[in-house]
C-alpha cells in the first residue's frame, strides 16, 4: 500500500517542497564539481523528494556516493540503496565503502554468485543469525541495505524502516517496480536519465497503458 507521501505525490502529482533554510551538513565536496555541489545540497534540503538527472559520464555516481555519505554519517539517517541490476548497486557501495567511517555500515541482499566479491563482506545471507531477534538487532544497527527491486519481499524489511530510499537507474525501472522500495522509506531520490533507454516492456498492452513510461519520467514532468 501507498504511503501518504507517496500518493500526495506519484497519484495526485503534487508538487516536491523543499527547505530552503536546511543546514547543509559540512562535508568535504573539494572532489565535486559546481554542479554535483548543487545536487548534493539540493537533495539534502528535500523534504519529501528530490531526483538527480545526468547524461553518462556527468558523475552522477559519485555524487550520490557523497549524498548517502552526508545522510547516515552527519545525519545519523538511514538509506535504502535500490537498482534493477546488481552492478549498479555495487558499483555505488564501493564508492559510499571508500569512506572507512561507512565501511561496515553497509548491509548488502543478495546472492554471492551475483554479488561483486569485494561486498561479500557485507553480505547478509553470508552471515549466520541465532534468531529473528537477533537479526533485527543486527539490521537495526546498520544504516546502509542495499538491493535490487526485485528483493524487497525479504525478511528484513520486517525489521526496518528507512529515513531515505535511493534509487539508481531510476529511468529505466518501471513504476510498479520502483514503487516497491520506496514503500518502506519517509524520503526518496531518484537518479536517472530521461535520454536512456526506457523501462523494457516486453507485453505491447502494458506499455501501451503506460508501463514503459517510468516513476522518473513522470514526476521529472
Not at 517542497?17 to 548534493?40: G, I, K, Y
Not at 525478511?155 to 531510476?170: N, Q, S, T, Y
Request: proline share 4%; glycine share 4%; aromatic share 4%.
Amino acid at each position: 500500500l501507498l504511503n501518504s507521501v507517496l500518493r500526495r505525490f506519484v497519484v495526485e502529482t503534487g508538487r516536491p517542497e523543499f527547505d530552503v533554510d536546511a543546514t547543509v551538513p559540512h562535508l568535504d565536496t573539494s572532489h565535486l564539481d559546481d554542479n554535483q555541489q548543487a545536487a548534493v545540497a539540493h537533495v539534502l534540503s528535500a523534504r519529501h523528494y528530490a531526483l538527480i538527472l545526468g547524461m553518462p559520464g556527468t558523475g552522477k555516481t559519485t555524487t550520490v556516493a557523497t549524498i548517502i555519505r552526508a545522510l547516515t554519517r552527519l545525519r545519523n539517517q538511514s538509506v535504502l540503496v535500490a537498482s534493477h541490476t546488481h552492478a549498479a548497486i555495487d558499483n555505488l557501495l564501493g564508492k559510499v565503502r571508500e569512506d572507512a567511517e561507512c565501511r561496515d555500515d553497509v548491509i548488502r541482499i543478495g546472492s554471492a554468485d551475483r554479488v561483486h566479491r569485494d561486498l561479500h563482506d557485507c553480505l547478509l545471507e553470508q552471515l549466520k543469525f541465532e534468531s529473528a531477534e537477533a537479526l533485527a538487532a543486527f539490521v537495526t544497527q546498520k544504516r546502509i541495505v542495499a538491493c535490487t527491486t526485485a528483493a524487497i519481499n525479504h525478511p528484513l524489511f520486517l525489521h526496518k524502516r528507512f529515513d531515505w530510499c535511493i534509487v539508481d537507474e531510476a529511468a529505466q525501472i518501471s513504476l510498479p517496480a520502483c514503487l516497491g522500495p520506496l514503500r518502506f522509506a519517509d524520503r526518496f531520490l531518484l537518479v536517472g536519465d530521461t535520454h536512456q533507454l526506457p523501462p523494457l516492456v516486453r507485453s505491447r498492452e502494458a506499455a501501451a497503458a503506460g508501463l514503459s513510461r517510468s516513476l522518473f519520467a513522470h514526476l521529472a514532468d
